[in-house]
Antibody, heavy 117, light 107 residues
């Protein structure tokens, strides 16, 4: 069973770039799967950020598209999220996930990122 | 974007009750709908995908139905572990979108 674990800074300054990685264990990211990022502001609902396919093809939420990059690191079996020019509105728990609409879908445990000076 | 509207927003029920949560999409999503359960301070967990397929390890008291724009999640006999927030999630169209959540509380 695939397990996912997010990591990265818990505090980012306004206008900086938020960078997170999601380590995948129990399976290879090179297999035909979608690797996803979702976020949840404190006390609010879930927002889909985007996804990357095992081939490297990506889809992003248009509301964030100009600031987001999701990529694969096959040599380390992980995938990454970069969100540039962050503001306080980007403060959230960030989750990585796999195949949320297919068999064996899974979520990471989440990591809180606070944007503050 | 496809709007996903869940009802009710909050549901009070007792152990042993049968409960139903509904989710309506602003346009057809065929069967491309998942349900996720989230407990306070925890990550969501996938319960159901493709509207009615139960994820491995999920108890059979959970079931999903629907297609097009109207979907339901049913818990046949509530257990103490089921009190949580439930989200529907469409993945037919980009961007994927989630419902606002239904908080299932103990009566």
């Amino acid at each position: 069973q695939v397990q996912l674990q997010e990591s990265g800074p818990g505090l980012v300054k306004p206008s900086d770039t938020l960078s997170l990685t999601c380590a995948v264990s129990g399976g290879s990211i090179s297999i035909a799967n979608w690797w996803i990022w979702v976020r949840q502001p404190p006390g609010k609902g879930l927002e889909w950020i985007g996804e990357v396919y095992h081939s490297g093809s990506t889809n992003y939420n248009p509301s964030l598209k100009s600031r987001v990059t999701i990529s694969l690191d096959k040599s380390n079996n992980l995938f990454s999220l970069k969100l540039s020019f962050v503001t306080a509105a980007d403060t959230a728990v960030y989750y990585c996930a796999k195949d949320l609409g297919a068999v064996a879908g899974a979520w990471g445990q989440g990591t809180l990122v606070t944007v503050s000076s | 974007d496809i709007q996903m509207t869940q009802s009710p927003s909050t549901l009070s029920a007792s152990v042993g009750d049968r409960v139903t949560i509904t989710c309506r999409a602003s346009q057809s999503i065929s069967k491309w709908l998942a349900w996720h359960q989230q407990k306070p301070g925890k990550a969501p967990k996938v319960l159901i995908y493709k509207a009615s397929s139960l994820e491995s390890g999920v108890p059979s008291r959970f079931s999903g139905s629907g297609s097009g724009t109207d979907f339901t999640l049913t818990i046949s006999s509530l257990q103490p572990d089921d009190f949580a927030t439930y989200y529907c999630h469409q993945y037919k169209h980009y961007p994927n979108t989630f419902g606002q959540g239904t908080k299932l509380e103990i009566k």
